[in-house]
């Protein structure tokens, strides 16, 4: 018998999984549409209900669990959110073997571009060991996306 989920995760069997917050989005693909239930973990309130925290957890149990932060233009707080998630899904029980984070904010000067978010992110993949994507638009992610590149 399987043990009941907490309210709040959701499980979701179709082709894509869904988080959005204040106009901003991010559609996951689920490849194996209906035969593996990538699950959405609301953090924000749910998961962790006071302190820093990301808005979600967008977890795939054979290819990785994305942290997401949907962020109006605020890097720097969004890797502060995202890092005080980190460890805390690390230790639950629902976590999957690899992390990552994405961060989607709103339009503006390319994060990539800044050097203070690049340095934020070199630290924060260095301190954390996981892949972080900064993104200025809503789109489409595959899971794969988010999983170690290959040395």
């Known amino acids: 018998m399987r043990s ?10 179709g082709e894509w999984a869904v988080v959005r917050e204040n106009n ?3 559609r996951f693909r689920n490849p194996a549409n209906g035969r593996i239930k990538v699950r959405i973990v609301t953090v924000d309130g749910g998961m962790i209900t006071s302190g820093a925290r990301a808005d979600y957890v967008v977890a795939h149990p054979e290819v990785a669990d994305v942290i997401v932060e949907l962020k109006g233009s605020d890097v720097a707080k969004a890797i502060e959110q995202i ?7 690390r230790q639950h029980a629902l976590a999957g073997a690899n992390h990552a984070a994405l961060i989607v ?10 050097l203070q978010t690049q340095r934020l992110a ?14 200025t638009r809503n789109r489409d992610y595959e899971f794969t996306e988010f999983l170690p590149q290959k040395s």
Request: glycine share 4%; no cysteine.
């Open 4 to 13: 009941k989920l907490p309210s709040y995760v959701q499980e979701n069997a």
């Open 24 to 26: 901003r989005s991010a």
């Open 83 to 89: 890092s005080a998630t980190v460890p805390k899904w």
């Open 105 to 114: 904010r709103g339009q503006g000067v390319h994060p990539n571009t800044s």
């Open 122 to 135: 070199k630290r924060f993949r260095t301190s954390f060991q996981m892949k972080l994507l900064i993104e």
